[in-house]
C-alpha cells in the first residue's frame, strides 16, 4: 500500500534510510531502495531531499548528533567535576575517542558513511566539529576560573588545538591506525603533554 507522501515525515524518511543503508551498505543504497521501504516513489523522496548526497548527509547528521554528540554533552555540561576541569577535559576526549572506534567496530555501516560524508559535506562536519570545540571550551573556560588550566590562549582556541592533536584517536581518516594494542598507550603519552603543558 502505498503511503502518501504528506504524511511522509523527516524522521521516517531517515529512519528508512538509515535501516536501509545498514542493509546494502553506503555505497550500493539508492534513493530507490529507500522509497520501497517506505511504499513510495523515489520521486516522492526527492520533493523532501533534493539528492542522495543530501539524504546521506541529513542521515549522517543525526547519527552523529545522537551517538555522539548527545553523549559528549553530558560530560560537557557536568559542573559537579568544576574542581577538576583538567581531568574533565582528558575524560571528553576519552570519551569521544571511546564513541568513535566504537563504532567503527560495532556499526560499521554508518560508520563507513559519515567516514564517506566527511570528505564531501564540508559544512556538516564543520559544525560536527564545532560543537565539540565549544564543549570543551566550556570545561576549559571553567579550568581558567579556577586555575586548574593555564592559559595559553582562547578557551576555543585551546580547545581546537587539543581536538587536532588527538585527531589520531578519533578522526575517521586514522580508523586503520585504532587496531594496535598500543593505542590507549600513545593517547597516555600524547595527554601526558598535554596536561604538563596545561597544568596549572
Not at 46 to 74: C, G, N, Q
Amino acid at each position: 500500500m502505498n503511503k502518501q507522501s504528506s504524511f511522509l515525515s523527516k524522521t521516517e524518511i531517515l529512519d528508512a534510510a538509515e535501516q536501509t543503508l545498514r542493509r546494502f551498505g553506503p555505497d550500493k543504497t539508492s534513493v530507490t531502495d529507500v522509497a520501497k521501504l517506505l511504499g513510495v516513489s523515489h520521486g516522492t523522496l526527492y520533493r523532501h531531499f533534493p539528492s542522495k548526497a543530501a539524504l546521506r548527509e541529513a542521515v549522517t547528521e543525526r547519527w552523529l548528533e545522537e551517538k555522539i554528540i548527545a553523549p559528549l554533552i553530558v560530560i560537557a555540561s557536568n559542573e559537579s567535576e568544576s574542581e577538576m576541569p583538567l581531568q574533565q577535559v582528558r575524560q571528553y576526549i576519552l570519551k569521544l575517542i571511546e564513541l568513535k572506534q566504537s563504532y567503527a567496530e560495532e556499526d560499521r555501516e554508518m560508520f563507513k558513511m559519515y567516514a564517506s560524508v566527511t570528505a564531501d559535506a564540508v559544512d556538516l562536519i564543520e559544525t560536527h566539529i564545532e560543537r565539540i570545540v565549544k564543549h570543551m571550551a566550556l570545561i576549559i573556560s571553567r579550568g581558567l576560573d579556577v586555575k586548574n588550566i593555564r592559559r595559553i590562549s582562547e578557551p576555543e582556541t585551546m580547545a581546537r588545538s587539543i581536538l587536532q592533536a588527538t585527531a589520531r584517536f578519533h578522526h575517521p581518516a586514522h580508523a586503520y591506525e585504532w587496531q594496535p594494542p598500543r593505542t590507549l598507550e600513545d593517547f597516555n603519552n600524547l595527554w601526558l603533554l598535554i596536561e604538563q603543558g596545561l597544568a596549572v
